[in-house]
């Protein structure tokens, strides 16, 4: 008796960093990049991921965006939500005050 091996296939989006300011954006609809993670294009098959990659190198090319790739996400309530602590932490900032960091601290 054989058994099937079924792959599942994560629900992904991918993002990247603008290359003029270095912000987090998500691929969205029309080849576009959005800094919400909820209009972010959400891919659910390894067809759409292939060419989606494509479509992030043209915009490396074109000098849009540095370093895409695809994250695995959960879809709730809110959207799409990260799956890793890395990339919670990319969608929503820093995990510090940003009154509490040394940069904000005037040089007086």
Known sequence: MS?????????K???????????VVY????????????????IKNDDALTRLNKVAQEAVTS??????????????FAGPQPLSKREQIRATGPTIRADYSEQAVPNV
């Open 13 to 23: 989006v991918v993002t990247a960093n603008m290359l003029l300011g270095g912000n």
């Open 27 to 42: 691929m969205a609809t029309g080849s576009s990049w959005d800094e919400k993670l909820a209009n972010a294009l959400i």
């Open 3 to 11: 058994k099937k091996t079924e792959q599942i296939f994560d629900t």
């Open 63 to 76: 000098g849009i965006v540095v370093g895409p790739y695809a994250i695995a996400v959960k879809i709730g």
